[in-house]
């Protein structure tokens, strides 16, 4: 077999003479089968070689070209991420805020709530072990309108009692208060960002607030301390004290001992003070949200038309002048010129402050 591969390679690769001219002269190479074969090796070698190198160049660039995309794919899902992340950020930054806002109004709904209205206590309970943002803020949410909702229907609750009392009395419903000492810096109220549910509540507790204070303003109380009168004539249909006939008793009498001091029963302004045919010596006085009181048959005036009188203050003392039959206050109270009757007022008006 060897002897055979020998004879192909001899066959082949027979010695070769080579002639080179040099500057004239002229030389002869024999080139031995031997060497050609070694050549021709070499050159097979240096071409698998240079093969197998560039191989190996094309699959590194292949894996450097394979690392780069996973190297953008690496950065096209961390962007992603990071801005997934940002997302969340903002909108857990954006849920504090919210909570945070009604937080604070929330506590500032219940600063504002009237003695009247029992201030709701909050739960101290910490949010329900979890660790992630969105359990423990839906806790507090779902806390925040557990309060909001309970402040809500004590509102709606106490405003239902008092327009019911003031039905009773036969008040206006629509109550249109007189000035009084307001002012401070102007805060205004950034509705864009406060919800509708919020929003209702706040309405609210400002019309029962105001309600509370119209309230305060009215004559709730009788003119005379209680241990010195005793009722001698109710509001309503009577027999005239005078004539005998039918008449109808637009105020109450009040008897009592000669001189006793009359009392503002609340703030106002005098608008008449002098007499005034059958009720003799008279006062008048006109207070908020439309109504009037009425004193009348007094013994003595103690103020004069257009002076300001506050609560509880002595106005005039009993008598019986004018058109009575002995000493005793007749007293009335109006609003928008219609007769109400004074003793319902002050005991209704006892029971909803």
């Known amino acids: 077999m060897l002897n055979k591969i020998s004879h192909l390679a001899k066959s082949a690769f027979k010695p070769k003479q080579l002639l080179l001219r040099q500057n004239g002269d002229v030389s002869m190479f024999t080139l031995p089968s031997s060497l ?162 919020y929003l209702s509540v706040i ?45 109808m008793h637009k105020g109450v009498d009040l008897a009592g001992w000669h001189k006793t001091d009359i009392h503002a029963p609340a703030a106002g302004t005098v608008t008449k003070a002098g007499k005034n045919g059958g009720y003799g010596k008279f006062v008048e006085i006109e207070h908020a949200n439309g109504l009037v009181t009425r004193f009348g048959h007094l013994h003595t005036i103690k103020v004069k038309k257009g002076q300001k009188v506050e609560k509880s203050d002595v106005i005039a003392l009993m008598g019986s002048t004018g058109r009575s039959t002995s000493t005793h206050l007749h007293y009335e109270v109006l609003q928008n010129g219609k007769h109400i009757n004074p003793i319902k007022l002050a005991k209704v008006l006892s029971r909803v402050q």
């Open 36 to 197: 050609q074969v070694s050549l021709l090796c070499a050159a097979v070698g240096a071409v698998y070689w240079v093969s197998v190198s560039s191989y190996g160049y094309v699959q590194q660039q292949e894996q450097i070209q394979t690392l780069e995309k996973q190297r953008l794919t690496a950065e096209s899902n961390w962007q992603l991420e990071k801005q997934q992340l940002e997302q969340k950020l903002a909108e857990q930054t954006k849920t504090l805020q919210d909570l945070s806002q009604q937080q604070n109004l929330l506590e500032g709904l219940v600063e504002a709530l009237p003695e009247s209205v029992a201030t709701p206590t909050t739960s101290e309970e910490q949010a329900t072990q979890n660790d992630e943002f969105e359990g423990q803020s839906k806790n507090l949410a779902d806390k925040q309108t557990l309060l909001l909702n309970h402040i809500g229907n004590s509102i709606t609750a106490r405003a239902s009692e008092l327009h019911t009392h003031l039905d009773e009395i036969g008040l206006d419903k629509q109550l249109a208060q007189s000035p009084i000492a307001q002012g401070g810096p102007y805060h205004q109220l950034d509705t864009q960002h406060i919800s509708k549910d």
């Open 203 to 247: 309405d609210k507790l400002v019309e029962l607030n105001e309600l509370e204070q119209m309230i305060t303003l009215l004559p709730d109380s009788m003119p005379v301390k209680q241990e010195k009168f005793y009722v001698s004539s109710q509001f309503g249909y009577r027999k005239d004290p005078i004539t005998g006939r039918r008449a």
